[in-house]
């Protein structure tokens, strides 16, 4: 025969489903702020990666295309690049290093996107820390995955 449970062992029950129900709460809370302070990190890396990026400029001046680096350190494999509405893709420019502090670099000669409508017109780099990066001249930025930072050094393309 079994016997009745009392009052108070009901009570404890319920009071136990509540306080593990709270436990579980709170940890699922815990794993949820864990996240959100790696996104944030994360976030924050990435900003500081494109902080230099972000102070390298592309413009146009008269038949002049201005390579600008305004950030406090080099930046190097600088290469700019042309491709025309046919979609060839000409190398202009090649400069091993650019210097800092207001340093640019000019391509006399370049060929107007008045002229070539559709033409674009992007500059390749590698940042002080190794990361490669892509300017357009709309000033779309763009980081370059690893495999994908060209060098001429390396044989993979060849300045004409």
């Not at 489903?17 to 976030?43: C, D, E, K, P, W």
């Not at 930025?141 to 495999?147: E, G, R, S």
Request: proline fraction near 6%.
């Amino acid at each position: 025969m079994q016997q009745q449970p009392i009052l108070v062992d009901t009570v404890t029950s319920a009071w136990d489903i509540v306080g593990t129900m709270a436990n579980a709460l709170a940890g699922l809370g815990a794993v949820g702020a864990l996240l959100i302070a790696a996104l944030a990190y994360r976030r924050q890396v990435e900003d500081a990666r494109a902080a230099q990026a972000s102070k390298v400029v592309l413009y146009f001046q008269g038949n002049d295309v201005i390579i600008e680096n305004c950030s406090p350190t080099p930046i190097y494999d600088v290469q700019l690049y042309f491709q025309l509405p046919a979609g060839r893709i000409e190398l202009g420019l090649y400069e091993q290093c650019l210097g800092y502090g207001n340093s640019r670099k000019t391509y006399s000669g370049a060929p107007s996107p008045v002229s070539f409508p559709g033409m674009k017109i992007w500059v390749t780099f590698v940042d002080s820390t190794g990361h490669g990066w892509q300017r357009y001249l709309d000033g779309t930025l763009k980081i370059l995955p690893k495999d994908k930072v060209r060098r001429p050094s390396q044989g993979r393309l060849r300045q004409k």
